[in-house]
């Protein structure tokens, strides 16, 4: 409902602008629009079909062109890009190290050098799914890898719950914003920005985040201490370290062949899944069962990705055909308020808008339209990048629909409300917002390793 009456008082201020600069604005085609989805999002409609309908509904209203006309070159565009092939492979890599057991290892690694720290386990939480999120690309399949993973941990034990589930989902939702994240690759395709970019640009913020959750476990253990475990010598300390050998192994291989200019995105997470196949036949996990069951799902989520990318590439290319994109960028470039204030309307805006959107919907949808209005006003296309893609972390984590917190509440064991993953997502969400806004202070958190490196 905030949401709601948060676009609903956007177009409010959008038309009294309009009328008092003088500027023509297509506010027949915006309020056509709104009022369809609205009505398509509250009957239950698929996403990717809502917004795929939008685009053919603008055509016939608005446009002079069929939209049969242009459907077929509209779609073949990103379903044919090469970048995009790095979404599946990024998924399969995934998929294949949760089903050959090296996420168990990598977790229980972390877990010895990490759980006598004040909040114990849940710092193990973060960290794992920090060090995941290198190797997976996607915040669901690093919220449920490591979910499975670390809640047997917490059976039968003082943590709360609450504190439990949130600091997994504030992990999971690392997986788009940490290098190799799938969220920057579509970025890049739709505002045609170097992925390699955007990758070095997202490094320090992903620190800052990491950083900032870690914080946030310090204080609940501070302020709920419990009895820590008996301390364990040096020696199984480093042995436990072998766990995290794969894992590391994945990263330099993925990442470092991106950093170091020898693979391109796509390129390297295809070295990825040859990677983890071959972790996996060390451990003797490799079998084609494995490998169908991973491919299985690998397709099921590519497909959904996919659906939603071709029905918000249709929306976009009507809507830029009848000026709407031009006329907002326009509009709201030449308000009487400074670039910062500007900034903060759309980030408001994307916080609205991702209480009831799917994150990556919500990047294909808006993207396209505010992008032109962030370069028109002088911000940095990478540093606008890693903004962007933080706000849809927050939308995975932002209550009532983040995608993170349903994934974990259907792993839990014992029923319970989500209302507990709610709760328990809040301080951490704080944590991400006060990230954005250090972000919008000093650009240079983004900006400066690409300066360095490029």
């Not at 999971?172 to 992925?195: C, D, H, K, R, W």
């Not at 020898?262 to 997470?269: D, K, L, S």
């Not at 996919?306 to 960028?329: R, W």
Request: with cysteine.
């Amino acid at each position: 409902m905030i949401a709601i009456v948060f676009l609903l008082a956007l177009l409010g201020v959008t038309i009294f602008a309009a009328a008092t600069t003088g500027q023509a604005l297509p506010i027949a085609e915006i309020l056509m629009l709104i009022g369809v989805f609205l009505l398509f999002f509250g009957s239950g409609v698929y996403i990717a079909a809502v917004l795929g309908a939008l685009g053919v509904l603008t055509g016939l209203m608005f446009s002079d062109r069929p939209w049969w006309a242009f459907l077929g070159q509209t779609l073949w565009a990103p379903s044919s890009n090469f970048v995009l092939v790095a979404v599946p492979l990024f998924l399969l890599m995934g998929e294949i190290l949760l089903r050959a057991g090296l996420s168990d290892r990598l977790y229980r690694a972390l877990n010895v050098w990490l759980n006598r720290m004040p909040g114990g386990l849940l710092h193990t939480n973060i960290v794992s799914c920090a060090v995941f999120s290198a190797i997976s690309g996607s915040s669901v399949a690093t919220a449920a890898t490591m979910g499975s993973v670390a809640l047997p941990y917490f059976q039968d034990t003082k943590y709360s719950q609450r504190m439990v589930l949130g600091s997994l989902a504030a992990g999971g939702a690392l997986g788009n914003l940490i290098p190799p994240g799938i969220t920057f690759i579509i970025y890049g395709l739709i505002t045609e920005t170097s992925v390699g970019a955007l990758y070095i640009a997202a490094l320090i913020p992903s620190i800052l985040v990491t950083g900032l959750f870690i914080l946030v476990i310090l204080a609940h253990g501070l302020r709920s201490p419990m009895q820590k475990p008996e301390p364990l010598p040096l020696g199984m300390k480093i042995r436990a370290l072998a766990g995290l050998i794969p894992t590391v192994l994945l990263i330099l291989l993925v990442l470092g062949s991106i950093y170091g200019g020898f693979a391109t995105p796509t390129e390297a997470a295809a070295l990825g899944v040859v990677g983890a196949a071959a972790f996996a036949a060390l451990e003797g996990k490799l079998t084609f069962r494995m490998l169908n069951a991973s491919a299985e799902a690998t397709a099921r989520n590519t497909a959904l990705l996919g659906l939603i990318l071709f029905g918000a590439y249709l929306l976009n290319y009507t809507l830029t055909l009848i000026n709407v994109p031009q006329a907002l960028a326009a509009l709201i470039a030449d308000l009487p308020i400074p670039p910062w204030g500007i900034m903060l309307c759309i980030i408001a805006l994307y916080i609205a808008l991702g209480t009831f959107m799917e994150g990556f919907s919500l990047i294909i949808t808006t993207v396209p339209v505010v992008f032109p209005i962030v370069v028109a006003l002088g911000y940095d296309p990478i540093w606008f990048g890693v903004i962007v893609t933080m706000l849809v972390e927050i939308a995975q984590i932002s209550p009532p629909d983040g995608t993170v917190m349903y994934v974990l509440q259907g792993m839990r064991k014992r029923a319970g409300p989500i209302t507990d993953v709610f709760i328990g997502v809040m301080p951490f969400l704080g944590a991400y917002l006060l990230a954005v806004l250090l972000l919008m202070i000093f650009p240079g958190l983004a900006l400066w390793l690409p300066s360095v490196m490029g």
